[in-house]
């Protein structure tokens, strides 16, 4: 009988610590791998007393299917251009900064862009370009332009960026065109010379988060690669080096945005004006390596040291030869038919 009594204790108890767990408020996040310091996670879940529970993808596309298959998220981080499609299909919600405070401390040139004017859908959180990743031990010369890409003498030694618009973006930039060109005759173009690169044995794979351990380890001589996750590869070893090319590139925003569907809006409140204040943006940062756009962080970091490196902080001469993308609308399509023949390469 004592025994049974304990036993019937141990349950009530365990109901009870079960019952306390669920009224715990959880937030759904979505957003791109390794861009919260777990440290940051933990520290808003405590002083919160929630659960934040994280999705993971590795495209913008990726994310806008989800989401419009039904998915529901409190928090997403997309880019630029995805912000203004999902904006113009009413699928993100206007923000209150009221409720997010923290949120006006945000650099001046970023309050107000094409893609969200007056930034009433999304909040900054970090910026950078794409550019190429280069072992200098495995080229002869300084890598300064997009068609090293597509050099023959890198045989099975170029990583590519499993991205549409990046990839495609890159390509068009070599070509001599703007980033956001729509015009069939471009796109062929496009499409032709990277399954050319791809047919003369040039590209090791399409990838994205993978690709930073293995240009650590050495096994390629370049990759296409966004700044932030450059910086990353570099401190893992010191023969990496970042250029943004000789004919520009794009120049990206990532943004802190609420579904229009959102469950938990007030979760998703606090969770933006978390991410903004200055020290836990410094956090961020240290862990993401991406440049931000806060600058209480920014003074907490200090600003020399924030502005040493020239992967996030590249040269105005490069910044000035970059763009930014664009929603496409309906030619979006023509995009993803030129996309799917490069890929079924693979």
């Known amino acids: ?9 141990l349950l009530a108890l365990l109901a ?4 306390g767990c669920s009224r715990k408020q959880v937030l759904h996040v979505y957003t791109w791998a390794d861009y919260f310091s777990p440290e940051v996670i933990a520290r808003f879940e405590k002083e919160n007393d929630c659960i934040v529970k994280q999705d993971i993808f590795d495209s913008n596309e990726m994310m ?28 993100l919600m206007e923000l209150d900064y009221s409720r997010i405070p923290n949120a006006n401390g945000m650099l001046d040139w970023l ?35 997009w068609k090293s890409l597509f050099d023959p003498k890198y045989q ?24 956001n060109e729509n015009s069939e005759k471009a796109l062929n173009e496009v499409r032709d010379v990277l399954i050319k690169q791809k047919q003369d044995g040039i590209v090791q794979g399409y990838m994205v988060d993978e690709v930073k351990e293995k240009m650590i380890s050495g096994e390629a001589a370049m ?32 943004s ?35 440049a931000i756009p806060n600058t209480a962080a920014i ?26 993308f664009k929603y496409l609308g309906d030619d979006t399509k023509l995009y993803d038919q030129v996309w799917t023949e490069i890929i079924s390469e693979f």
């Open 1 to 9: 009988m004592k025994n049974r009594k304990s036993f019937l204790a």
């Open 16 to 19: 009870l610590v079960l019952a």
């Open 64 to 91: 806008y299917t989800k989401l419009m298959a039904g998915d529901r998220y409190d928090v997403i981080i997309p880019s630029d251009y995805m912000i203004e499609r999902l904006i113009a299909e009413d699928a």
């Open 111 to 145: 309050k107000d862009t094409d893609y969200d004017a007056g930034s009433r859908h999304s909040v900054p959180y970090m910026w950078g370009t794409v550019g190429i990743l280069y072992n200098e031990e495995y080229v002869d010369e300084p890598i300064t332009s």
């Open 156 to 179: 099975d030694d170029v990583f590519m960026l499993k991205s549409v618009r990046d990839t495609i973006g890159v390509t068009l930039k070599m070509l001599g065109y703007s980033v």
């Open 223 to 254: 990759a296409v690669m966004w700044s932030g996750d450059a910086m990353y590869a570099i401190m893992g070893n010191d023969s990496l080096k970042y250029v943004v090319p000789e004919e520009g590139s794009n120049i990206f925003y990532d």
């Open 256 to 290: 802190i945005c609420i579904p229009a569907n959102a469950r938990n809006v007030s979760g998703a409140e606090k969770f933006i004006d978390f991410l903004c204040r200055g020290d836990i943006a410094a956090m961020n940062y240290e862990y993401v390596g991406y």
């Open 299 to 324: 003074d907490i970091i200090g600003a020399d040291e924030y502005n040493a490196s020239p992967v996030n902080n590249p040269s105005q001469e490069a910044l000035d030869h970059c763009e930014v």
